[in-house]
């Protein structure tokens, strides 16, 4: 039962800052979901849950996608994303775990700094932001702050980045759900998650434009991080 709170309360949590910012979810709820769960279920659930956050979230946005800007994007995803899944599935639940907590504090530092890196442009960075977010994707569920870094450097107005990250957000989703497959929880858990999804959404929904942006963006780094670091802590200490 007390698993079954947590889980809700994890995917609820990141389904409303996902709303509140348009991205987000997987830095949240990864994580949180890897401890709760293991690293392999609980980053194929973050990853099955950020896609259907991303399809609800781009049903307003679509016509302001950039699809030529996109194509470099998802196809070096799609190139990547089973690299990250057959590096997943290779390693012991401890190695992941380091391998997990690194990554997601690597990103979190990376968005947070905002790092601009003149190489980082055109369709060659594309390539490479693509890439590393597929790969990051599959193997920790948290593709996007590569594509986050694109964007900063490439100058997009945070109008036009949400439509697209959250485009790039289910393209990479559901190639990573195609070679990962499907995180093995019973029909309870899947209820639960849906239906703490479903009122994150509503609660994100209902305080849109009432919190301050700044202030958002950096509890969603903080939460990212701690998650990040006690998973580092937790493969560490099983090695």
Same mark, same amino acid.
């Given at each position: 039962?007390?698993?079954?709170?947590?889980?809700?309360?994890?995917?609820?949590?990141?389904?409303?800052?996902? &709303?509140?910012?348009?991205?987000?979810?997987?830095?949240?709820?990864?994580?949180?979901?890897?401890?709760?769960?293991?690293?392999?279920?609980?980053?194929?659930?973050?990853?099955?849950?950020?896609?259907?956050?991303?399809?609800?979230?781009?049903?307003?946005?679509?016509?302001?996608?950039?699809?030529?800007?996109?194509?470099?994007?998802?196809?070096?995803?799609?190139?990547?994303?089973?690299?990250?899944?057959?590096?997943?599935?290779?390693?012991?639940?401890?190695?992941?775990?380091?391998?997990?907590?690194?990554?997601?504090?690597?990103?979190?530092?990376?968005?947070?700094?905002?790092?601009?890196?003149?190489?980082?442009?055109?369709?060659?960075?594309?390539?490479?932001?693509?890439?590393?977010?597929?790969?990051?994707?599959?193997?920790?569920?948290?593709?996007?702050?590569?594509?986050?870094?694109?964007?900063?450097?490439?100058? &997009?107005?945070?109008?036009?980045?949400?439509?697209?990250?959250?485009?790039?957000?289910?393209?990479?989703?559901?190639?990573?759900?195609?070679?990962?497959?499907?995180?093995?929880?019973?029909?309870?858990? &899947?209820?639960?998650?849906?239906?703490?999804?479903?009122?994150?959404?509503?609660?994100?929904?209902?305080?849109?434009?009432?919190?301050?942006?700044?202030?958002?963006?950096?509890?969603?780094?903080?939460?990212?991080?701690?998650?990040?670091?006690?998973?580092?802590?937790?493969?560490? &200490?099983?090695?």
């Amino acid at each position: 039962m007390a698993g079954e709170v947590a889980l809700a309360l994890v995917v609820a949590v990141a389904g409303c800052v996902q &709303w509140l910012t348009g991205m987000g979810f997987a830095l949240v709820a990864a994580p949180a979901l890897a401890l709760l769960l293991g690293p392999a279920d609980g980053v194929l659930l973050a990853i099955c849950a950020g896609g259907v956050v991303s399809c609800a979230g781009l049903v307003g946005g679509w016509r302001r996608v950039r699809p030529r800007d996109m194509v470099p994007f998802v196809a070096a995803a799609v190139c990547t994303v089973p690299v990250g899944t057959w590096t997943a599935t290779r390693l012991s639940e401890p190695v992941l775990m380091v391998v997990f907590g690194s990554l997601v504090c690597v990103a979190v530092g990376l968005v947070a700094r905002g790092a601009r890196m003149p190489g980082l442009g055109g369709t060659g960075g594309a390539v490479v932001a693509g890439g590393a977010g597929g790969f990051m994707n599959a193997a920790a569920g948290v593709g996007g702050p590569p594509f986050s870094l694109y964007a900063v450097n490439a100058g &997009w107005p945070m109008r036009e980045f949400v439509p697209n990250a959250q485009f790039y957000g289910v393209v990479v989703n559901v190639v990573s759900v195609a070679s990962g497959g499907l995180p093995g929880l019973g029909a309870r858990a &899947w209820a639960v998650a849906g239906g703490a999804l479903f009122v994150g959404a509503l609660v994100g929904r209902g305080l849109a434009g009432r919190v301050p942006e700044r202030g958002m963006r950096w509890l969603v780094l903080g939460l990212a991080l701690v998650g990040g670091v006690v998973a580092l802590g937790k493969g560490v &200490w099983g090695l």
